[in-house]
């Protein structure tokens, strides 16, 4: 389960997700690429599987306002419809953050380089979009 992460449905019933400030990247791509698709979620889980067991060397994935790199050095998701030039004084709000893919680390680093990006581990991918997957699928049932 993903640490600090606030998952809930606004007042339109559309899927939102909250987490720290060096992870507001990420929050967009669940919201505006995956939003209440569990075949989405489910998709990206076998790329990471498939990196994992090494019988793919890469994935990538385009939605609708981001693009996914998954690698074995981790994920890259990168915005897309935002020109760094036009993120203006609160681009360092979506400053791109760096986790070490070591199964146990929780090592993060914060780079203003380009806040258009956000990288992270395979294991914290996989399981925020477990937990994203997760709440979709709850919620589905419900209704």
């Given amino acids: 389960m ?7 449905f606004d ?7 909250r987490g720290p400030a060096s992870e507001k990247l990420l929050m967009a791509f669940l919201e505006t690429d995956i939003q209440g698709s569990d075949y989405i979620c489910n998709e990206l889980i076998n790329d990471i599987t498939a990196i994992e067991d090494e019988s ?11 693009s996914v790199t998954i690698s074995a050095e981790g994920v890259t998701i990168e915005c897309t419809v935002i020109d760094s030039e036009d993120a203006g004084d609160g681009a360092e ?5 760096t986790v070490d893919n070591t199964a146990s680390s ?32 709850d919620d ?3 209704t």
């Fill in 93 to 97: 709000a979506t400053a791109a953050m």
């Fill in 106 to 137: 929780n090592a993060q680093s914060t780079s203003t380089d380009n806040p258009l990006i956000y990288t992270t581990g395979l294991k914290h991918f996989r399981e925020v979009l477990e937990d994203w997957e997760a709440f979709i699928l």
């Fill in 140 to 142: 589905q049932t419900m």
């Fill in 2 to 8: 993903a640490k600090n992460i606030n998952l809930f």
């Fill in 11 to 17: 007042e339109d019933g559309s899927p939102r997700a």
């Fill in 56 to 66: 793919a060397e890469s994935r990538e994935f385009n939605g609708n306002a981001h």
